[in-house]
């Protein structure tokens, strides 16, 4: 399992951005994935998750400004993030595991990471 996120930068606040998230060595339909951040200091936390059947679950601060999608085709996972904050900087994380995401869906219980991207917003 390999995931490589692209797609971070630096923008100023109210900006967007989409990061991607390339997946190889297994079928990224087949799995539960999501993205997570973590700030300086700061513990990991959820963004938004997409599960087996395509059920979505998004951290209520992000809820209609961050979508969460999947390319089957491509085996690839997005996170288009509208109106961005500046305290939503960050190294954004790209994760996956082999089973669903009904439940325990914290950074511990998820097995695969990308290296992560770095997002910082301006004021």
């Known amino acids: 399992v390999m995931l490589v996120e692209s797609g971070g930068g630096s923008v100023q606040s109210g900006d967007s951005l989409r990061l991607s998230c390339a997946a190889s060595?297994?079928?990224?339909?087949?799995?539960?994935m999501g993205w997570f951040r973590q700030a300086p200091g700061k513990e990991r936390e959820g963004v938004a998750i997409v599960d087996i059947p395509g059920t979505t679950y998004y951290a209520d601060s992000v809820k209609g400004r961050f979508t969460i999608s999947r390319d089957n085709a491509k085996n690839t996972l997005y996170l288009q993030m509208n109106t961005l904050r500046p305290e939503e900087t960050a190294m954004y994380y790209c994760t996956t595991r082999s089973w669903d995401c009904a439940v325990q869906r914290g950074a511990r219980d998820f097995n695969y990471w990308g290296q992560g991207t770095q997002v910082t917003v301006s004021s």
């Open positions: 060595g297994f079928t990224a339909s087949r799995y539960c």
